[in-house]
């Protein structure tokens, strides 16, 4: 059975950093490009960045710079390093994983940036 | 960027009924690289539909997608209790990969 644990969510201030990890199971992590998406309170669904099987990283333009999406094949985890926070990246944001269409999410892990 | 408009926002309809959902891109979609998810109050979405008209994996074939280029649906032959919930588009022929901004079931 695929699982996708996240965890490391919380309340940062402004300019602050956070880090996010994702452990994810059942399926040949080393194979399968993973992904971040994020969700505002209230608002839709948002893709904040990629990385392959291989290493290669892609970003939202929203985020480059400041986000930093990595993983650990021993580990068979994913991460995402989070600098510079700003209120605008208060969501829940959820791994996900295969290339284009998501196949399986975690449960999610609520960001918060205020003051 | 293609930009998903998703149409109506909000759909009321009975337990039984049909529903037809819209999904329009400001530009083509390669490959028909076109995904359907669900996602109820305080959970993960989850996949319907890959490739346009794709079923994933334990989906039930009361859920269909269809279409191509820039204009696609999502169908739902028979409402179930369970099937209200927000329904998004995403593309992924493209980078960045994007998302409509959602289709609300609702109970009528």
């Known amino acids: 059975e695929v699982q996708l644990v996240e965890s490391g969510g919380g309340l940062v201030k402004p300019g602050g950093s956070l880090r996010l990890s994702c452990a994810a199971s059942g399926f040949t992590f080393t194979s399968d490009t993973m992904n971040w998406v994020r969700q505002a309170p209230g608002k839709g669904l948002e893709w904040v960045s990629s990385?392959?099987?291989?290493?290669?990283?892609y970003y939202a333009d929203s985020v480059n710079g400041r986000l930093t999406i990595s993983r650990d094949t021993a580990k068979n985890s994913l991460y995402l390093q989070m600098n510079s926070l700003r209120a605008e990246d208060t969501a829940v944001y959820y791994c996900a994983k295969n290339y284009g269409y998501l196949d399986y999410w975690g449960q999610g892990t609520l960001v918060t940036v205020s003051s | 960027e293609i930009v998903l408009t998703q149409s109506p926002g909000t759909l009321s309809l009975s337990p039984g009924e049909r529903a037809t959902l819209s999904c329009r891109a400001s530009?083509?979609?390669?490959?028909?690289?076109l995904a359907w998810y669900q996602q109820k109050p305080g959970q993960a979405p989850r996949l319907l539909i890959y490739g346009a008209s794709s079923r994933a994996t334990g989906i039930p074939d009361r859920f269909s997608g269809s279409g191509s280029g820039t204009d696609f649906t999502l169908t739902i032959s028979r409402l179930e209790p369970e099937d209200f919930a927000v329904y998004y588009c995403q593309q992924y022929g493209n980078s960045p990969w994007t998302f409509g901004q959602g289709t609300k079931v609702d109970i009528k």
């Open positions: 530009q083509t979609v390669s490959s028909s690289y």
């Open positions: 990385i392959s099987s291989t290493g290669y990283t």
